[in-house]
């Protein structure tokens, strides 16, 4: 079974910055793809950003672009997902999810979810 763990949420100051974390187990993590979705109470939820494990390809959300780094690790099948410059906004629980695909120019479908993590940032 596909098995993934997000952690590293918390609380931080506008400004701040936090890494997630999304252990990844149940399957060969060098052909998925890993990815990280948000969801803010009240709206929908929203593509962060996505990689593929096989050769690096990446995608952002036009939101996070030039704060948010995602990167693998596939010695350790853990995705991280680096938030630097955090605004209220980001304000969200963060899921990752997986499947096997490939970024190519966009977030592909995600079959599997792991359970999400909160991050508040503060004004």
């Known amino acids: 079974d596909v098995q993934l763990q997000a952690s590293g949420g918390g609380l931080v100051q506008a400004g701040g910055s936090l890494r997630l974390s999304c252990a990844a187990s149940g399957f060969t993590f060098d052909d998925y793809a890993i990815g990280w979705f948000r969801q803010a109470p009240g709206k929908e939820r929203e593509g962060v950003s996505c990689?593929?494990?096989?050769?690096?390809?990446?995608y952002y959300a036009d939101s996070v672009k030039g704060r948010f780094t995602i990167s693998s690790d596939n010695a350790k099948n853990t995705v991280y997902l680096q938030m630097n410059s955090l605004k209220p906004e980001d304000t969200a629980v963060y899921y990752c999810?997986?499947?096997?695909?490939?970024?190519?120019?966009?977030?592909?479908?995600?079959?599997?979810w792991g359970q999400g993590t909160l991050v508040t940032v503060s004004s």
């Open positions: 999810a997986a499947d096997a695909a490939v970024v190519a120019g966009r977030c592909p479908y995600f079959g599997s």
């Open positions: 990689i593929s494990s096989s050769d690096g390809s990446t």
